[in-house]
T-cell receptor
Framework: KAGVTQTPRYLIKTRGQQVTLSCSPI?????VSWYQQTPGQGLQFLFE???????NKGNFPGRFSGRQFSNSRSEMNVSTLELGDSALYLC????????????FGPGTRLTVL | AQTVTQSQPEMSVQEAETVTLSCTYD???????LFWYKQPPSRQMILVIR??????QNATENRFSVNFQKAAKSFSLKISDSQLGDAAMYFC?????????????FGTGTRLTIIP
């Protein structure tokens, strides 16, 4: 099976802009989770989607949002970008049935100037 | 709230030797899972090993094994016969066991260097 894919791999934006990141899970996986990785805060959970519904949410401002489509592909959106949003954004997928292992994509490196 | 602590920011080991990375966690749950992930310079997060809390037997995957001490809330990773390709950041992670909760809580990571 193909692994988790994320597009784009690299992105440069300026403050105030918005950005959309995409994640395609492993075939058959219905759960997609998003994480932000920064040198200062480490790996932090953003949110998780299962069958097109947000099932869990981390402690991030409302500028961070996401959605999931019927084919389980997921997108996350960050509006009104701030310098502190510069990070590696990781997507992970799992079957979503409990006790599952999450498999990660290669990440999208976002730089905000 | 669950927390995961990795007290060794950096470790180094000679090639072919054995190294142990430490991880402790705090939880009031009885049903949970623990993981070790590896993140090489490519930044791709790769699963190394996983442990179910209800299993007393320590998980093993080839050269990787864990020492799971549930009462002490300790979950260390042992890498035997270290290879150059093992150089990476290693993250310990925790997730609750209940259905519908996919959130992983990560430690701060340990950077492992392999000395040729």
């Amino acid at each position: 099976k193909a692994g988790v894919t994320q597009t784009p791999r690299y992105l440069i934006k300026t403050r105030g802009q918005q950005v959309t990141l995409s994640c395609s899970p492993i075939s058959g996986h219905r759960s997609v989770s998003w994480y932000q990785q920064t040198p200062g805060q480490g790996l932090q959970f953003l949110f998780e989607y299962f069958s097109e519904t947000q099932r869990n949410k981390g402690n991030f401002p409302g500028r961070f949002s996401g959605r999931q489509f019927s084919n389980s592909r997921s997108e996350m959106n960050v509006s009104t970008l701030e310098l502190g949003d510069s990070a590696l954004y990781l997507c992970a997928s799992s079957p979503g049935q409990g006790g599952d292992t999450q498999y990660f994509g290669p990440g999208t490196r976002l730089t905000v100037l | 709230a669950q927390t995961v602590t990795q007290s060794q920011p950096e470790m180094s080991v000679q090639e072919a030797e054995t190294v142990t990375l430490s991880c402790t966690y705090d939880t009031s749950e009885s049903d949970y899972y623990l993981f070790w992930y590896k993140q090489p310079p490519s930044r791709q997060m790769i699963l190394v090993i996983r442990q179910e809390a209800y299993k007393q037997q320590n998980a093993t995957e080839n050269r990787f094994s864990v020492n799971f001490q549930k009462a002490a809330k300790s979950f260390s990773l042992k890498i035997s016969d270290s290879q150059l390709g093992d150089a990476a950041m290693y993250f310990c992670a925790y997730r609750r066991g209940n259905f519908g909760n996919e959130k992983l809580t990560f430690g701060t990571g340990t950077r492992l260097t392999i000395i040729p």
